[in-house]
């Protein structure tokens, strides 16, 4: 029997006790995160993205959003006290967190980032994001995601109706 694969976010999980449940897919560098809840077979509203920016002063940030949704950079702007904030470039992922781009998590970065949660995260009793691996999603409860990642609630997506 094949021994289940240990990504670093779930050895974390489980340094901090904190439960989770891993799930795994055959990932395709062209999957969306909404194919991904698909497979997943849940809503795409509980399936999170991990997106890292860099403001202003040249501080980084953690924005954590639902898959279908996009980033509103003034809101995330505002909710980290910056006047502006822009995309890291992809080449710059891996040395900053450690991550690849589709296996980028919130927990277990090389260096803690002050992270942010879209708010829509505590309306639910479970949620999914990176497992730190591309084709590895964890489940875990907000408020756990919340305490390990150290994450603050703030309204950060562009609002239906709203794209410029």
């Known amino acids: 029997m094949k021994k289940e694969e240990k990504t670093n976010v779930m050895r974390v999980l489980e340094g901090k006790k904190i439960p989770y449940s891993s799930h795994s897919y055959e990932p395709d560098a062209t999957m969306t995160g909404e194919e991904i809840a698909g497979i997943l077979g849940e809503d795409a509203a509980l399936v999170f993205k991990t997106l890292v920016t860099q403001g202003k002063s040249n501080t980084y940030y953690v924005f954590v959003i639902p898959v279908a949704e996009e980033l509103d950079l003034k809101k995330a702007a505002k909710a980290a006290g910056e006047k502006s904030i822009a995309m890291?470039?992809?080449?710059?992922?891996?040395?900053?967190?450690?991550?690849?781009?589709?296996?980028?998590?919130?927990?277990?970065?090389?260096?803690?980032?002050?992270?942010?949660?879209?708010?829509?995260?505590?309306?639910?009793?479970?949620?999914?994001?990176?497992?730190?691996?591309?084709?590895?999603?964890?489940?875990?409860?907000?408020?756990?995601?919340?305490?390990?990642?150290?994450?603050?609630?703030?309204?950060l997506v562009i609002e239906e109706g709203m794209l410029g």
């Not at 505590?122 to 590895?136: L, P, T």
């Not at 489940?139 to 305490?147: F, K, R, T, W």
Request: overall charge neutral.
């Open 88 to 155: 890291i470039k992809q080449k710059d992922l891996l040395p900053l967190t450690g991550y690849v781009h589709g296996g980028c998590s919130p927990i277990g970065m090389k260096k803690q980032f002050q992270t942010f949660l879209h708010e829509t995260a505590a309306d639910h009793e479970h949620i999914y994001v990176s497992a730190g691996k591309v084709g590895f999603q964890i489940e875990l409860a907000p408020q756990d995601l919340i305490a390990v990642a150290g994450c603050k609630l703030a309204n």
